[in-house]
């Protein structure tokens, strides 16, 4: 498995390299003038990145984007306003004016421009506004509208369920049947082997929780125009400290012995063992965040450079190479959302069931 995913990385990382090498030569046109009409890296990072307005096709005026509510806290208080305000703007050119001041939306960061600013002035070397300051943003952005669909979906998919068998004992039917299969492999399969079965049901729900809402996101990460959540480092992170915080308030005493001060080894050597475990006592939620992260992310990057290659090259004949490979690697990206969503899971209940175990000390 990690073979796997350090050649999909990899692989990934190849074709970025290789675009950019190809767009060094397509954005020179036979006089040698500079053609940037088409830019593969910021295509690229914009369909994988967040965004304040879920865009779904077109663009610029023409473009069908769901606007969505954009919330600042500065320090004359909280400002806001829809994005569609910014008039699909991305380069900090259009002024918002909301609680008395002025917005400006530069690449998906917004900026309060300072007393008597008419324009943001950014200075692209260092990375930093010259003339305005940066703002808390706590909007509805595209991975988070995206996060609450998956949480209605889940609520509506599970309470059905649930529903079904207040009715009936009888196993349900359809689509409630294979809901049905998933919960008792995440149970049979997941929960019970690596936790025990004397506590495993205690961590059901967030071990259900997290296999659901990783595998739908990623799911709906497939559809055209759809957020890339759990390919946003924030999300991973997000998760991966849940099992870090279920790890430390479920960890049992002979856990911690374990860690700080562990049983039938030298005394001289405990020290640094100790500071052995600790440190993978934070290594492994890292490893499940990073883990779960790069392997979605290089899945639309290889499938965005692979469609970037026809405009690049500006030859429909490479259509018939790179779309077949697209659909395939969109086609294996089925398998990976369910993998990636079976692994964390299965990585959660491992590290989860080291912590809860007791041992049996001679």
């Not at 609680?99 to 200075?123: A, P, R, S, T």
């Not at 005493?253 to 001060?261: G, L, N, R």
């Not at 965005?304 to 429909?316: P, Q, V």
């Not at 990206?333 to 990585?347: D, G, K, M, N, R």
Request: net charge negative; charged share 15%; hydrophobic share 55%.
């Amino acid at each position: 498995m990690a073979t796997h995913k350090s050649s999909k990385i990899t692989v990934a990382l190849m074709l970025m390299l290789i675009l950019n090498s190809f767009a060094s030569f397509a954005q020179l046109d036979t006089e040698g003038v500079v053609d940037e009409s088409f830019n593969p890296t910021e295509m690229i990072m914009h369909h994988i990145g967040d965004s304040h307005g879920w865009h779904f096709f077109g663009e610029g005026e023409d473009s069908f984007t769901l606007p969505l509510p954009v919330i600042l806290w500065t320090d004359e208080g909280i400002a806001t306003f829809m994005s569609s305000e910014f008039h699909h703007d991305v380069e900090g050119e259009y002024v918002v004016d909301a609680n008395g001041q002025k917005f400006v939306n530069y690449h998906e960061k917004i900026y309060v421009l300072n007393e008597g600013e008419e324009l943001l002035k950014y200075d692209e070397e260092a990375h930093a506004a010259l003339n305005a300051n940066a703002t808390f943003d706590i909007s509805i952005t595209k991975n988070v509208a995206s996060m609450l669909l998956t949480v209605v979906l889940m609520f509506i998919l599970f309470i059905g369920l649930a529903n079904h068998y207040k009715k009936s004992k009888s196993a349900p039917k359809g689509f409630k049947n294979i809901l049905e299969t998933l919960v008792i492999f995440v149970r049979d399969e997941i929960a019970r082997p690596q936790i025990g079965e004397k506590k495993f049901m205690k961590f059901m729900p967030f071990l259900l929780t997290v296999f659901f809402f990783i595998w739908i996101t990623n799911l709906l990460g497939l559809l055209p125009g759809a957020a890339n959540v759990t390919g946003n480092i924030s999300v991973t992170v997000a998760l991966g400290l849940f099992t870090l915080a279920i790890i430390i308030v479920n960890g049992s005493k002979d856990y911690w012995q374990h860690v700080f001060w562990m049983p039938g080894i030298p005394t001289a050597v405990k020290p640094i063992l100790a500071i052995v475990e600790i440190l993978g006592v934070f290594i492994k939620p890292i490893a499940l965040m990073i883990r779960l992260f790069a392997n979605i992310t290089a899945g639309h990057i290889i499938i965005l450079s692979l469609i970037g290659l026809i405009f690049i090259l500006e030859n429909a004949g490479v259509a018939f190479i790179s779309v077949p490979f697209a659909v395939f690697i969109t086609v294996l990206e089925l398998l990976v959302a369910f993998l990636q969503a079976f692994i964390f899971t299965l990585l959660s209940a491992l590290f989860i069931g080291m912590a809860v175990q007791e041992h049996e000390h001679h």
